[in-house]
């Protein structure tokens, strides 16, 4: 009976270990997304900043112009 129990003690210890080093990896997986998806989302971001900086101002007022609820 002791040896079973031992035996149970070791098997639960190894499982919990390898849970929790997949929660781990899991972990750094999910924040390696998020750093992904933010550096894309900014690099989007910083795109359309440079095209909206290259338009002229009249293009700008135009576009305005052409929404009803701006003028």
Known sequence: MTVSSKNKKKFLEMLRE????ELETQVRTHHKILSCEREELRKALSQEVERF????????LGVLRGLSWVF
């Open 53 to 60: 900086r290259r338009r002229k101002p009249s293009h700008i």
């Open 18 to 21: 390898n849970l929790k080093e």
